[in-house]
Structures are given as C-alpha cells and as structure tokens.
C-alpha cells in the first residue's frame, strides 16, 4: 500500500493562509489521483480538492478561488495552499492518494488539524 505523511496543519485566524503537504512513499504504485479530504465533527468526511497525474484538478464549491492543490509527480507529494481561510474551514484534513496499478489502491494520511479561530 501506499503510505502517505501529512504536514503543515495548525490554528490560524480567519482570513489567514496555511499551507498543507503531503508526501507519498511506495515506488512500486502509480498513483493516478492526490487530493484532499476534510472531517469537520459531526460531518461527512467530504472532498476539498484533488489532482489527477495529468494536472486536472476539481475542487469543492466551498473553497473554489481560495484553495489551490498542486502536485509533484516525481516526487509523489501534493500541496494544499488554504487561502482566506474560515471558521468553517475548521476541520480534519486528510490526504489521499489512488490508482490501479499494478493493483488498486486507494490510501488515507493519518489527518492533521486545521483550527481557523480568533
């Protein structure tokens, strides 16, 4: 499988940036999607944003204009720039990274925090 490591999560007052990375270890995978997921409590976990090998990327209607996801393909990481940040940005954020070769995966970083708060 696919291991993945998160950083860069933390409390930040609203209208303030961060920035979140992650970093993908399993040679012998092609990952095909990176992205990022968030939990807020008591909600779904649902998609922030995500990208594909090719650079195509999609974004939930909530963080459109203020987020940017971006990818390293050779080095297997993915960067999540949170700009404008809410109160309501508040939540577990996951990475996530899937493919089918050689078999299908689909692997989930241990979450880090990100607490938008005065």
């Known amino acids: 499988q696919v291991q993945l490591v998160e950083s860069g999560g933390g409390l930040v007052q609203p209208g303030k940036s961060l920035r979140l990375s992650c970093a993908a270890s399993?040679?012998?995978?092609?990952?095909?999607?990176m992205g990022w997921y968030r939990q807020a409590p008591g909600k779904q976990r649902e998609l922030v944003a995500v990208?594909?090998?090719?650079?195509?990327?999609n974004y939930a209607d909530s963080v459109k204009g203020r987020f940017t996801i971006s990818r390293d393909n050779a080095k297997n990481t993915v960067t999540l720039q949170m700009n404008s940040l809410k109160r309501e940005d508040t939540a577990v954020y996951y990475c996530?990274?899937?493919?089918?070769?050689?078999?299908?995966?689909?692997?989930w970083g241990q979450g880090t925090q990100v607490t938008v708060s005065s």
């Open positions: 996530n990274a899937a493919g089918i070769v050689p078999i299908y995966f689909n692997s």
């Open positions: 399993g040679s012998i995978f092609t990952i095909y999607a």
């Open positions: 990208v594909t090998s090719g650079g195509s990327t």
